[in-house]
């Protein structure tokens, strides 16, 4: 609302160089804010099931400071479930993105796919079916990977 009575950003149409800018602004802004609530409630989980284990108060009671507590063991383990969350997301930015260039009229692979599922163009749409799959097959290895760097007892198993 703010955008259409102020004019403080654009909410349609894209502009190249510096000026992509201001067109890019708000629908970053509501990309963000609409997932702030959910993330934030499921890293509050993650992190005070971590905080309650027996390790934790170990640390403690050995006089570790907090911050070290924290961030070498609490955020240590953590990780995991944070690292599995980030490549579930990789196929929702996708599909946002889809949604979200078509809605604010930004030219790019997503309002091209939704103009390619209009036309019934199927070698665009399976060129983009593929693409998806690339980027979460990729997702799903570098979680693997950021697995090991996370947790060196994952290289055992």
Known sequence: MASKLWHWVPISGYAGGIDSIKFVLLPVLIGVMGSVGASSRWYRTIF??????????????????????????????????????????????????????SFFGIPGLGSYTIDAINAQD??????????????????????????????????LQ
């Open 122 to 155: 199927f070698g665009v749409v399976r060129a983009m079916v593929f693409l998806g799959s690339m980027l979460y097959i990729a997702g799903l290895v570098l979680t693997d990977i950021s697995y090991t760097i996370v947790d060196p007892r994952v290289r």
């Open 48 to 101: 005070l099931e971590e905080i309650g284990k027996d390790y934790v108060r170990t640390a403690r009671a050995k006089g570790l400071s907090e911050l070290r507590v924290l961030f070498r063991h609490v955020l240590k383990n953590a990780m995991i479930p944070i690292l599995t969350g980030v490549v579930v997301v990789i196929p929702l930015l996708f599909m946002g993105s889809l949604l979200t260039e």
